[in-house]
């Protein structure tokens, strides 16, 4: 199998992307494609994989650049053009199904009123929220 990861390389983000990404898929070999040396901070997290094989390869020199808005812009259009007529599929997120490395479902349910002013602050439809204790946005506050 070969996963194509994202370009998100830098920042805690990227680090923690890719980390989880190896730590779930376990994978033989890991093929970094770089330019110059821009992953080798990643690279350095497959240390403690021991069976990880480490190839790098140069990226194609007439390869173009894109900036992160343009990447983030193609990717949505990717995904939708993917999943374009698939049918919705409803999964009951009852007490039956654990979810792992995710806060959901651990704070308390925010009402509609935060909701909507999250939707504004986000500029996006928000239709659950949660208030964790370590929060440190107090909705009813701004």
């Known amino acids: 199998m070969l996963v194509d990861t994202t370009g998100a390389v830098t920042g805690e983000m990227g680090r923690m992307l890719k980390a989880a990404k ?5 994978p033989d070999y890991v093929v970094a494609l770089q330019r110059e040396d821009e ?9 403690h994989h ?3 094989r480490v190839l790098r390869a140069p990226a194609l020199p007439g390869g173009r650049r894109r ?5 983030a812009f193609l990717r949505r259009e990717n995904f939708a053009h993917h999943f374009a007529g698939c049918e ?4 009951c997120l009852d007490n039956e199904v654990t979810l792992r490395r995710t806060f959901f479902r651990t704070g308390e349910i925010c009402d509609c009123k935060v909701r909507s002013r999250l939707s504004d602050v986000l500029q996006d439809c928000v239709v659950h929220a949660e208030l964790l204790p370590e929060c440190f946005w107090q909705p009813w506050r701004a």
């Open 22 to 26: 190896l730590d779930l898929l376990c």
């Open 88 to 91: 919705r599929e409803t999964i």
């Open 67 to 71: 900036s992160r808005w343009e990447r």
């Open 39 to 47: 992953v080798e901070h990643l690279l350095r997290a497959t240390s």
């Open 50 to 52: 021991p069976k990880v």
